[in-house]
Structures are given as structure tokens and as C-alpha cells.
Nanobody
Framework: EVKLVESGGGLVQAGGSLRLSCAASGVTFEDYAIGWFRQAPGKEREGVAS????????YYADSVKGRFTISSDNAKSTVYLQINSLKPEDTAVYFCAASDVVTSGSYYYLHDGLYDYWGQGTQVTVSS
């Protein structure tokens, strides 16, 4: 069974950094893409970063390019999201998700409809 557990969220000041972790079980990164999404109250879920099967490609939303970095550690079955230069508008619950659908293009890998499995989320709050 696929299980995803996020951690690493917290309260930080604007300009600070966080590293979020997604511990994955029942997943091989050869077969599954991992995406990071966020959802703020009253807003739709937004894809921010993803890494495709076999770590072949990474994708980022325009709003986070240059600040967010997604990476994976296959030995630890963990995907990370390094977030730098945090802004108050980054405040949201951050989710990781897994998909075994093979596709291409940022639209698909940053779209929540691609993903089959979801974690419970970790709260990131950025103070101004």
C-alpha cells in the first residue's frame, strides 16, 4: 500500500527557509512521480514542484521558480522540497502526492488530477 507522510513544516519568518520531507512507502521512484502541492484556506490546491519517474525531470510552478527545489533520495525513499526565501503568500498546507502515470510536460506533473496517492499535509506558516 502506498503511504506518504509529510514533515518539516512550521512557523518561519519571511525570508527564511524550510525543508519539507515526504517519506514514501510502497513506492519506487522508478515507477512513481512525486509532486508537491499546497493549499491555502479558501484557495484551490496548487502544484508547486514535481519530479518525474526515474528523477528524469523536475517541474516548478512559475510562482516558486528559483526558490523551491525538489529532490529525491532513493535509498531513503524520501522526496524533499527545499524552500528558500519564504514569502507570506507561501503560507499553506503542503502535500506530497504520488502518481504512476507516465506523461510529459509541466501541466500534467503539476496538476493534481495526475496523482493517485496523497499524504495528510504539513502546515507552513510564514510571518511578515
Amino acid at each position: 500500500e502506498v503511504k506518504l507522510v509529510e514533515s518539516g513544516g512550521g512557523l518561519v519568518q519571511a525570508g527564511g527557509s524550510l525543508r519539507l520531507s515526504c517519506a514514501a512507502s510502497g513506492v519506487t521512484f522508478e515507477d512513481y512521480a512525486i509532486g508537491w502541492f499546497r493549499q491555502a484556506p479558501g484557495k484551490e490546491r496548487e502544484g508547486v514542484a514535481s519530479i518525474s519517474q526515474n528523477n528524469e525531470k523536475t517541474y516548478y510552478a512559475d510562482s516558486v521558480k528559483g526558490r523551491f527545489t525538489i529532490s529525491s533520495d532513493n535509498a531513503k525513499s524520501t522526496v524533499y522540497l527545499q524552500i528558500n526565501s519564504l514569502k507570506p503568500e507561501d503560507t499553506a498546507v503542503y502535500f506530497c502526492a504520488a502518481s504512476d502515470v507516465v506523461t510529459s510536460g509541466s501541466y500534467y506533473y503539476l496538476h493534481d488530477g495526475l496523482y493517485d496517492y496523497w499524504g495528510q499535509g504539513t502546515q507552513v506558516t510564514v510571518s511578515s
